[in-house]
């Protein structure tokens, strides 16, 4: 079900990374116009609120502001989308930051952190969210590091979150009379299955892997080299490190499975697994929240448990996506943006957006919840992939160039994958090429 306008929910969009203007010329522009140098709560303000959103979406969105007006009389937020598309959100930015008409609000895709951080227009709210009554440490660890792309300033609030779990199909499994995965699964438990599953003569596949080389390629693999102790870039940011022994370990886990073992299903286009799955020809995915609606559409018999892991660590991934605020040297319209976004993503309205709307809450807190265990009874596994959260603790890096590493590691891992190239060489060849492409930014 694709909730937003976003594709593939925080997994896409990173090419339009490259479309911010130089830091130096958006901090040499202004609107030149005089705000409020000193914080008056009671003054009429106007904040512009970019959601990012459709339809559904945005309708919910549009009535909680509503509320927020109606408690505050003197705050009016005007509501859009902002683009025609979430994609679109980045280059709409960009040329609003030229022109000085950029939002106070705007939805952003965790990956344009740094390069939304680096346009010198955002507002730190650190000193804020430290507040324990924020309850900032209620957020996932990957989702508080993504609003925090340089390390040092917050620039923003969570604002969807997800992780990618072991979805299995349970009509697979029965019918090839294995045991269904549990949540303490290994990687050997993982291969094996697999191999069982697998079955030529039905056309019948253990899991199913992207190798289009796209980031579905790539997010898919950084939990294997995350728990597998590996680190995708050196503490400095400017070194990729994924061709580590654990990235290759990592790569040759995945490598073995699809070219000894046959029980992999390479997907070219990055859907077709899922519809496959769907359709009880593959027994493992790994995907998250945005695969079950679809799966109670086509009926299919799911089980949901986290990802199989290493050493007991069962790391995944989560596309963390924000609400980034933006300064205008306009103290109360910094004050409300901040008062609003924080209301915003408090449980008790987050349960009347995310969790109405089917997305995870993005607080731990709300699992607990009559209306997130609602949900869950309408998408079961919804509940796992929640809990699943407090294995999101490593966030993708949000440092400028991120797209081409991504897309060097993609193309390695898909080539390798097809039977094309050894793990080792293939992975050191994408990071020299990924190094390269970090020093150009």
Known sequence: MPHHLRTARGRGALGAATLLVTTALLASCSSGVQGATTLDKDADVTLTWWTGQADQAQTILTGLAEEFEKDHPNVTIEVSSGAPSTEDLLQKLSSSFAGGTYPDISYAFGSWASELADSERTLDITDQVSDPAVGWDEFSGAARQTAQPTGDAVIGFPAVVDNLSLIYNKTVFDAAGIDHPTADWTWDDFRTAAAELADPDTSTYGYGYSVSGSEETTWQFWPHLWQNGGEILDDSG????????????????????????????????????????????????????????????????????????????????????????????????????????????????????????????????????????????????????????????????????????????????????????????????????????????
Request: glycine share 8%.
């Open 238 to 441: 400017t070194e990729a490190t994924f061709d580590s022994q654990a990235g290759i370990d990592a790569l040759t886990l995945l490598r073995d499975m699809a070219v000894e073992d046959k029980s992999v299903y390479l997907d070219q286009t990055d859907t077709k697994f899922g519809q496959i799955f769907a359709s009880d020809q593959i027994g493992m995915i790994t995907s998250g929240p945005w695969s079950l609606y679809d799966l109670q559409v086509a009926g299919t018999d799911y089980g949901v448990v986290p990802l199989p892991g290493t050493d007991g660590r069962h790391t995944t991934i989560s596309g963390a996506d924000l609400w980034v605020l933006f300064d205008h040297q306009d103290a109360n319209r910094e004050y409300w943006s901040y008062e609003f976004t924080r209301w915003l993503t408090d449980p008790e309205q987050d349960l009347r957006w995310n969790v109405a709307y089917g997305n995870l809450p993005l607080r731990e807190s709300e699992i607990d919840s009559p209306e997130f265990q609602e949900q869950v009874t309408q998408m079961p596994g919804l509940d796992v992939m929640a809990e699943n959260s407090a294995n999101a603790t490593i966030p993708r890096p949000t440092v400028p160039g991120y797209v081409n590493l991504s897309e060097a590691i993609g193309t390695a891992i898909s080539e390798v994958l097809q039977g094309e190239g050894d793990p080792g060489e293939a992975l050191s060849r994408a990071a020299d090429e990924a190094t390269a492409s970090l020093a150009e930014k």
